[in-house]
T-cell receptor, first 114, second 117 residues
Framework: AQSVTQLDSQVPVFEEAPVELRCNYS??????LFWYVQYPNQGLQLLLK??????LVESINGFEAEFNKSQTSFHLRKPSVHISDTAEYFCAVSDLRGRRALTFGSGTRLQVQP | ETGVTQTPRHLVMGMTNKKSLKCEQHLGHNAMYWYKQSAKKPLELMFV???????ENNSVPSRFSPECPNSSHLFLHLHTLQPEDSALYLC????????????????FGSGTQLSVL
């Protein structure tokens, strides 16, 4: 069985400061990794994903995540956040065995303050 | 706008009521999903439909009854719910039927916030 742990339920940060949202997973096989974002009163949207190749993946709005196999982590980072980044961020994993679903973490609420 | 529309946005119901949640997508996707989002808990997959056929029921109690009349519409019929069923219910769709697991993008609706009194 696989699982995802997001250690921080809430991360408050000031505008233009850097941020890191932590995600660790456990799985006995190779995985795909994802970050989804949920803005207030909206559904989840795919932010970025790691399937293979370069371990550093980027989104169009300045977020990046790095797959670290030895530490079983996929932390999300942004060097300078904006008020508009305020949202809930969900890490998810799939185990490549064809199970028809992602396993999601419990989410991290990013609150960007002016 | 993700292309997945859910109604109603909010629903308050008593434990003896019967109500239905509706989801509609016009993205041409073949697979549709119901998820339950409770505060501080991981997103829980409830049901998967592929080409109108149910392919996964994730041990959901029978008081939740899904219906998929066609590839564009998905319903969740609710009957004799419990207060612990209060949550945000999200519908999603995708082109493939692996629930995003093989890397295809899931498209989510905004959800129905359900309160059971």
């Amino acid at each position: 069985a696989q699982s995802v742990t997001q250690l921080d339920s809430q991360v408050p940060v000031f505008e233009e400061a850097p941020v890191e949202l932590r995600c660790n997973y456990s799985s006995s096989v190779s995985v795909y990794l994802f970050w989804y974002v949920q803005y207030p009163n909206q559904g989840l949207q795919l932010l970025l994903k790691y399937l293979s190749g370069s371990t550093l993946v980027e989104s169009i709005n300045g977020f990046e995540a790095e797959f670290n196999k030895s530490q079983t982590s996929f932390h999300l980072r942004k060097p300078s956040v904006h008020i508009s980044d305020t949202a809930e961020y969900f890490c998810a994993v799939s185990d490549l065995r064809g199970r028809r679903a992602l396993t999601f973490g419990s989410g991290t609420r990013l609150q960007v303050q002016p | 706008e993700t292309g997945v529309t859910q109604t109603p946005r909010h629903l308050v119901m008593g434990m003896t009521n019967k109500k239905s949640l509706k989801c509609e997508q016009h993205l041409g996707h073949n697979a549709m999903y119901w998820y339950k989002q409770s505060a501080k808990k991981p997103l829980e997959l409830m049901f998967v439909y592929n080409f109108k056929e149910q392919t996964e029921n994730n041990s959901v109690p029978s008081r939740f009854s899904p219906e998929c009349p066609n590839s564009s519409h998905l319903f969740l019929h609710l009957h004799t719910l419990q207060p612990e069923d209060s949550a945000l219910y999200l519908c999603a769709s995708s082109q493939g039927n692996t629930g995003g697991a093989s890397g295809e993008k899931l498209f989510f609706g905004s959800g129905t916030q359900l309160s059971v009194l």
